[in-house]
């Protein structure tokens, strides 16, 4: 099904795991790839581009690198990110200042930077990355065990991604005139290099019996960057296993 056939799509942290898997699922529909990161993918076929998502002139490159290229940019999936683990009452400004720079920052700056060409377009889809701790608080249970916050994501990281889900609802709100849709995934516990310390405690609460795939998230993404979802915006979507509804 090759249904991106004649699009381009500009997938940032496209070295990681979710970003290469959501980079072969937009391949297999037919898209044209841009795939940024911190240091330039190395992948046949596709505008291999080095990006810092917290730097406007960075960011700003990585547009017109693509558009020069490929002539025209439908699809930006950003899913450029970073992680923070612990508890609030040990939290650094440094640390806090790094998470929302990179999760909340970059994300605006991508999509504000991915705008103007869109706009020429008449058409366009944004996905951002979310996340399941922007919404329920966090999966430690610190009443329960206090060890499993220095193991957890921390409030650094459920804010940033908090912000991306409601930067998402604006933005849907103010490009649906322009064609363009802006939807988020939110997922929740992925297997990854990131989640090996993940505590086998809180593994055992997801309702499916497992941790997510990076491969069944890029399918959401693939999904909503798709032709046939012109009339879902302002959404975000779970990829939890059941963990939580809303």
């Given amino acids: 099904m090759r249904t991106l056939e004649g699009r381009v799509a500009l997938v940032t942290g496209a070295a ?3 970003g290469g898997a959501t980079a072969a699922a937009l391949a297999a529909r037919g898209a044209r790839l841009a795939l940024a990161d911190l240091r330039a993918p190395q992948v046949a076929g596709a505008l291999n581009l080095a990006v810092d998502v917290t730097r406007s002139d960075s960011v700003r490159a990585m547009m017109a690198a693509t558009v020069a290229h490929h002539g025209r940019l439908d699809i930006l999936v950003n899913v450029a990110g970073t992680v923070s683990m612990g508890a609030a009452a040990t939290l650094e400004e440094a640390e806090w200042d790094r998470v929302i720079a990179v999760n909340l920052k970059g994300t605006f700056l991508c999509c504000q930077a991915a705008i103007p060409a869109m706009r020429a377009n008449g058409h366009g889809r944004i996905v951002n990355i979310g996340s399941i701790i ?6 430690a249970r610190p009443w329960i065990d206090r060890a499993e916050q220095d193991r957890a994501s921390n409030v650094a990281y459920g804010v940033s991604k908090a912000g991306v889900h409601a930067m998402t609802f604006f933005l849907a709100r103010e490009l649906a005139p322009d064609g363009i849709t802006v939807n988020a995934v939110a997922p929740g516990p ?3 290099a990131m989640t090996t310390n993940f505590p086998a405690a809180l593994k ?3 309702p499916v019996g497992r941790m997510g795939r990076a491969e069944e998230v890029a399918a959401a993404i693939a999904f909503l960057a798709g032709p046939e979802t012109g009339f879902i915006t302002g959404e975000v979507l779970d990829v939890n296993g059941g963990m939580w509804s809303d």
Avoid at 134 to 139: D, P
């Fill in 16 to 18: 990681g795991g979710i």
């Fill in 134 to 139: 922007g919404k329920n608080g966090g999966n």
């Fill in 190 to 192: 992925v297997a990854s």
């Fill in 204 to 206: 055992a609460l997801i």
